[in-house]
């Protein structure tokens, strides 16, 4: 049963050996360590083998003890053997290079060496002659009995003693304090362990000594290792919870939101940013989901009713989402998220970057794309695109679209006279009022500026008479001057209406058709709106054709000057004419001036026309004076392009030196329009005044509202628009317009011709009221200049 015992009690050193190597993870001096212990373990198998006199021969029981002496003999080169390992894995490097020249690989195989020669002769009759039973009291084993050599086996120990040290003393070099701790005390205790088992050269001693040292080096070495992996465990565990502290300041200083949460939904871990952005502590959100949070706090959390889908726990996503913070600002974040396992469960870990500053950029450069950067208003491609997008729903609806087109009246003069600057003064404040409209009365409506002083409305679902009622809506609104600087402006529409399907089922025929209608009304009386027609291509076709032959007229000498009698209404004698220019094209035939005259004031021909009618006027008077005709006003027509030319004034005071005419008797007729230049209209007639001639206001009541302007112009006589002074005896309103006119007239001191007379009962009526001057088909049409020359001129003389 002894034997039996201490067979088993053998086991116990490799059992720690085994509990070394996994603590250590196999490394070099674990493994050693583990040789060490596996000796003491063989060492304590020759002693169990010599209590085992009752169950083996005397032979079998000395061959198993000289084979298991093997243990006790190497376990000197293994003392040592750990020194060299300590040598090459745990000191410095120049602690190494000291220790190396003693300890290292040939002084290691050196020891091997003594210690196996010291084995094979313990198998020698010099070694150990035979074993001997012994019985010391109730203890009965077999003792060996050894050779003239035997001082080999003493020699040994030595060598221990010799290992042992220099092991001490390089262990006491080791930098980690835990594993210089571990190897101090595993050399005292293996010396401890080694001088009790030397106990077993004493017969008396009963060979338990070996035992003793067995369970020493056993025992010591095992709480050895466990106190040493218990410092590298807790060290390990400091290092972690270092490192956790780190991640978590650093995932806190980290601006981007971060959480994770479980497949349940539960808060698994998150960041200072987010549990700011949440309005909540992180303590009050550990371990808990949005809806428990929700249910304690009266604002719901940003990412409220996220649910988390166990199938795409797996899934690694990118998703940008707008939420509210908890202090009700809108924020626009990515979030990234990405599945972990922590404890054996799935989660999901999410990074949020907030990308709001990315998103308004984008915002604005989509915003800049679409629309006007003046304005704000939607631009062209705005335009395209969402009338593309109606008429796709209009044909599946079957519903109607009207297309509005508005375009300034002579917006180009304003930009040229009074700047850049000025003009897109007016053009914002003209978008605000068309905004402003359709979001009062058409809300479903939309307007774009295309560029210049050009807009469109997109009106969906709408009839003709729908449009009607906007144009003339938005007409109401120019009615009122527009404050720019201090100053008050006039400006008209024109606006031209094209709807589908009736006006064309594709958005190119539709957008062309709505700018014939608004070119249009701004050839004739501008200031109005028009539906489009067919008829209006023929119309154009011959405003192209007008445009073409009109750019050669002057060198083909196609012009040709009318002139119209202006008689005195109290002695009904000639005092002046008007004249008035005609065109015959060879192919065209005779033109109307209302047809041509716009045409060359948009393409800017009216300026070298205009230049030509006054030196003709000029030339025909004097010719005629020089006939001896008695001197009398001409009146001469002139645009506003033209007093807009910065060298107007200078050409007239060329024409006047050259023809040697009494500026007295020239009379320029200029329009209401002039209204719209103000101060800077004023200063240039007044130059024409001071030139001598005379300035009269053609078609006074038709156009702007310049009664404010009336008493600054330098004006000598104001024409009444025959529009009317034609319907006069029909309609009692004309009559008070008339009386009204020439009221004002006579209190600013200005003489008033009517025109259009063709009756008798409007000359009399003017008379009466005290009308100055009259001209019409009742006293003359337009006549060439020989045919006027006979009628009235010699009459005149």
Known sequence: MFFIFLILLSFIPICVGITLLVLFKKNNLSKIIFLFLLMISIWQLDV???????????????FFFNLFRFGSIMITPLIFH????????????????????????????????????????GWSDKGVQNIELKQIDSSIFYYPVYGELSWIFYSNVFLFIASMTFCSLISLNVQNKSIRS?????????????????????????????????????????????????????????????????LYQVIDLNPNYIYAQDENGRYLLMNQSYAQLMGKDIRDMIGKTDDDINKDSIKETPFAHQEIDSHKLGKFSIIEESITAATGEERWVQTVKVPIHINESSALLAVSTDITERKQYEDEIKFQANHDALTGLPNRRMFNEDLTNLLEKAKINGSEIAIVFLDLDRFKYINDTLGHNFGDC????????????????????QVYRLGGDEFTILLPRSTSKDCEGLAKRLLKLFVEGFLIDNNEYFITPSIGISIYPKDGDDANTLIKNADTAMYYVKEREKNNYQLFTSEMQHHFYRKMMIEKHLRTALENDEFELYYQPILDLKTNKLIGMESLIRWNNHILGQVRPDEFISIAEETG??????????????????????????????????????????????????????????????????????????????????????????LS?????????????????????????????????????N???????????????????????????????????????AQGYYFSRPLPADDF????????N
């Not at 007016?426 to 409506?445: D, F, G, N, W």
Request: aromatic share 12%; proline share 2%; glycine share 4%.
């Open 697 to 733: 206001m053609d078609d006074f009541g038709t156009g702007y509202s310049s009664l404010s302007y009336l008493n600054k112009y330098p004006l000598d006589s104001l024409k009444i628009d025959k529009s009317f002074v034609m319907g006069m005896h029909r309609d009692d309103e």
């Open 789 to 796: 020359k006979e009628n009235w001129l010699k009459e005149l």
């Open 426 to 445: 007016l053009l914002i404040e003209v978008s605000r009022r068309i905004e402003r409209l359709l979001k009062q009365s058409y809300q479903s409506a």
């Open 605 to 694: 021909m009216i300026i070298p026309i205009g230049q030509w009618i006054l030196k003709t006027a000029v030339k025909q008077s004097v010719s005629w004076q020089k006939e001896g005709t008695e001197p009398f006003r001409i009146s001469i027509n002139v645009s506003v392009k033209q007093l807009l030319d910065p060298m107007f004034v200078e050409h007239v005071k060329t024409i006047i030196e050259n023809a040697n005419i009494d500026p007295s008797n020239i009379i320029l007729e200029i329009t209401e329009s002039i209204a719209m230049y103000a101060e800077s209209m004023i200063e240039k007639l007044n130059r024409l005044k001071a030139l001598g001639i005379s």
């Open 82 to 121: 750990i020194g060299y390992t300590i040598v090459n894995e745990e000191l410095s490097n120049d602690k190494k290079i000291k220790w190396q020249f003693l300890v290292n690989r040939t002084s290691v195989l050196l020891f091997y060496g003594v210690a196996f020669f010291v084995y094979i002769i």
């Open 48 to 62: 169990a083998f010599l209590y085992s006199y009752n169950l083996f021969s005397y032979e079998t029981i000395k």
């Open 182 to 246: 571990f190897l101090v005390y595993f050399n005292i205790f293996s010396s401890i362990g080694y001088a009790i088992g030397t106990l077993n050269m004493l017969p008396s001693a009963r060979l338990y000594p070996s035992s003793i040292a067995l369970l020493v080096y056993a025992l010591s070495i095992l709480i050895l290792s466990s106190r040493m992996h218990l410092n590298i465990v807790n060290n390990m565990n400091k290092k972690l919870y270092d490192q956790w502290k780190f």
């Open 735 to 773: 009559k008070a317009i008339v009386k009204t006119i020439i009221a004002i007239a006579k209190q600013l001191d200005l003489k008033v011709i009517a025109e259009g007379v063709e009756g008798f009962e409007e000359w009399h009526f003017l008379k009466e009221i005290d009308c100055d001057y």
